[in-house]
């Protein structure tokens, strides 16, 4: 098992954290804690061999704590800052999550990590884990800044989400959700999988299309244009669909 230790200085950072977790069978949680000082004693005690660090932190920003650990155990920086991502790296840090960060792109850094960490061993997928993991997209969801407050969005739920210049709308089976967010961020944090860009102001869940023609895809009742530069791809995963 990975040992893995969680800092963050926002309570809910270390509730999706600690939930994601659980659900990876070859990791560990021994602790989490919004005190980076405390995570520094775990780490030099030897007992971590991951940390899920977040960058800025008012005691002791991660960067700092990547500086004062010097090694000692590997690093995932998890951050809604794009801008640190250079200096992590130029500290060895095993990956780079920008929040909202969706279970999907937690799992690829956590695998990312078993193979620096672990490196003899090989993960083996079961159909019963496959069918779990299915499961997981299901219960799975994100956190955005709506207004005043945090908001859970499953992905499930979401139909489509178009860009609005700097803020996106995220239409779901229920309500239209508007935070401030740009869409390449977005794109990057859902499933591909489940989730594709078809136009520079649109991303739809796949399995909620209902019919495309020509070159226009309908969900309920919105015409979403595919752009020409997303066309190509687009069709390829529609085809792949054996449609």
């Known amino acids: 098992m990975?040992?893995?230790?969680?800092?963050?200085?926002?309570?809910?950072?270390?509730?999706?954290?600690?939930?994601?977790?659980?659900?990876?069978?070859?990791?560990?949680?021994?602790?989490?804690?919004?005190?980076?000082?405390?995570?520094?004693?775990?780490?030099?005690?030897?007992?971590?061999?991951?940390?899920?660090?977040?960058?800025?932190?008012?005691?002791?920003?991660?960067?700092?704590?990547?500086?004062?650990?010097?090694?000692?155990?590997?690093?995932?920086?998890?951050?809604?800052?794009?801008?640190?991502?250079?200096?992590?790296?130029?500290?060895?840090?095993?990956?780079?999550?920008?929040?909202?960060?969706?279970?999907?792109?937690?799992?690829?850094?956590?695998?990312?990590?078993?193979?620096?960490?672990?490196?003899?061993?090989?993960?083996?997928?079961?159909p019963v884990q496959i069918q779990q993991q299915q499961h997981d997209f299901l219960s799975d969801f994100i956190f955005v800044k709506s207004e005043h407050k945090i908001q859970k969005v499953y992905l499930h739920q979401i139909l489509f989400i178009e860009g609005l210049k700097d803020y996106i709308s995220i239409f779901t089976t229920t309500e239209r959700i508007i935070t401030l967010q740009n869409m390449k961020r977005m794109e990057d944090t859902l499933p591909g999988k489940h989730f594709i860009r078809v136009h520079k102001s649109y991303i739809v869940a796949l399995n909620k299309i209902d019919s495309i023609e020509r070159s226009r895809i309908r969900i309920g009742d919105k015409i979403i244009p595919v752009g020409d530069t997303y066309r190509d791809d687009f069709f390829k995963v529609i085809d792949g669909k054996n449609v």
């Open 2 to 126: 990975i040992r893995c230790l969680i800092v963050d200085d926002e309570p809910l950072a270390l509730h999706i954290l600690e939930d994601y977790i659980s659900k990876v069978p070859f990791m560990e949680l021994v602790k989490s804690t919004t005190n980076p000082i405390e995570a520094l004693t775990l780490v030099q005690d030897g007992n971590i061999d991951l940390v899920f660090l977040d960058v800025q932190m008012p005691e002791l920003t991660g960067i700092q704590f990547l500086r004062i650990a010097n090694g000692k155990t590997k690093v995932i920086l998890t951050t809604a800052y794009p801008q640190y991502a250079l200096e992590g790296y130029e500290l060895d840090v095993v990956d780079y999550l920008l929040k909202p960060i969706a279970f999907d792109r937690f799992y690829k850094a956590a695998q990312k990590a078993q193979g620096i960490i672990q490196p003899s061993k090989t993960p083996v997928v079961e």
